[in-house]
Nanobody, 116 residues
């Protein structure tokens, strides 16, 4: 059974930083593509960042230069380092995994609130 569990969300002031983690189980982590998505109230879920099984990354334009996605295959964990946060980054952040055959799973999400 595939399980993704996010952690690290919370309340942060504008300009602050947070690091999200997503621990995976039930999969051979290293061969899966991993990603972070977010959904703000009243908006559709959108891609934030992805990292392939080979370590290639891509980012939404809105977070380029501020967010960094990384993975530790030995810990079966993907991270999202978020710097220079602003109020528009407020959302529920979801971890996603996609296998090379297209199977997909989501975590339950973690709330990130940027507010003074």
């Amino acid at each position: 059974q595939v399980q993704l569990v996010e952690s690290g969300g919370g309340l942060v002031q504008p300009g602050g930083s947070l690091r999200l983690s997503c621990a995976a189980s039930g999969i051979i982590f290293g061969v899966n593509h991993m990603g972070w998505y977010r959904q703000a109230p009243g908006k559709e879920r959108e891609l934030v960042a992805r990292i392939s099984s080979g370590g290639d990354t891509n980012y939404a334009d809105s977070v380029k230069g501020r967010f960094t996605i990384s993975r530790d295959n030995t810990k079966k964990t993907v991270y999202l380092q978020m710097n220079s946060l602003n109020t528009e980054d407020t959302a529920v952040y979801y971890c996603n995994r996609r296998s090379i055959l297209g199977a997909e799973n989501w975590g339950p999400g973690t709330q990130v609130t940027v507010s003074s």
